[in-house]
């Protein structure tokens, strides 16, 4: 499968503890892109990242919320001390530059309880 | 989403035409995008169109955009029930190396046997 990949697939965790995902996009992909999905909601912009730099943050991304991409390749979204707001779908994408067009992965589906 | 404005729902009959609207208001926007979300999965390119066409057909899937009033719409033929899903419309302007891809709430297709 050479598709953009996320896992684990679904995580369900008890509030306050932390929680890291990781992605792995398509192999050429330079650019790398995390969004976050409520319910009945489009996927809202976190971050991006250009190789290994991160280039763009919302302020959607709270301080209890990392991205890394260390060697330009997977990436991983860690959220410390999860809230019940927290819980939803987070999905990667990659693309090349000058292709604008994204690929998504399947996500992770985050459930705090 | 603010960029982006779609109606929130539609309901056809199996067979029939469904056309998904879409507004957007960055006249700069060079492709724009649709994008299919079935339940519990990821985004998939679905079709798009460059900014200096009026319209694309593809197998069932016909795209036309009026430039002028920035609107862009999806028309399916023979709407089968494996269309049900959420449709994205997705304007990207050119890319400046800092923009991300910002997606409205999307229209939920649902298509009745």
């Known amino acids: 499968d050479t598709g953009v990949s996320q896992d684990p697939r679904h995580k369900i965790t008890k509030r306050g503890q932390n929680v890291t995902f990781r992605c792995d996009p398509i192999s050429e992909h330079n650019r790398l892109y995390w969004y976050r999905q409520t319910l009945g909601q489009g996927p809202e912009f976190l971050t991006y990242?250009?190789?290994?730099?991160?280039?763009?943050k919302s302020r959607l991304l709270s301080d209890r919320f990392s991205a890394e991409r260390p060697k330009g390749s997977f990436s991983t979204l860690e959220i410390q001390r999860t809230e019940q707001g927290d819980s939803a779908m987070y999905l990667c994408a990659s693309s090349l530059p000058g292709k604008a067009e994204a690929f998504f992965g399947q996500g992770t589906r985050l459930t705090v309880v | 989403g603010e960029d982006v404005e779609q109606s929130l729902f539609l309901s056809v009959r199996e067979g029939d035409s469904s056309v998904i609207n879409c507004t957007y208001t960055?006249?700069?926007?060079?492709?724009l995008y649709w994008y299919k979300q079935e339940p519990g999965a990821g985004l998939q390119l679905l079709t798009y169109?460059?900014?200096?066409?009026d319209m694309k057909q593809d197998q069932r899937l016909t795209v036309l955009l009026n430039k002028k009033d920035k609107h862009l719409s999806l028309r399916i033929a023979d709407t089968q029930t494996g269309d049900s899903a959420i449709y994205f419309c997705?304007?990207?302007?050119?890319?400046?190396?800092?923009?991300?891809?910002?997606f409205g709430s999307g229209t939920r297709l649902q298509v009745q046997p």
């Open positions: 990242f250009q190789n290994e730099a991160q280039l763009e």
């Open positions: 169109i460059f900014s200096n066409m």
């Open positions: 960055d006249s700069s926007s060079t492709y």
């Open positions: 997705l304007p990207k302007v050119p890319d400046t190396g800092r923009r991300a891809l910002t």
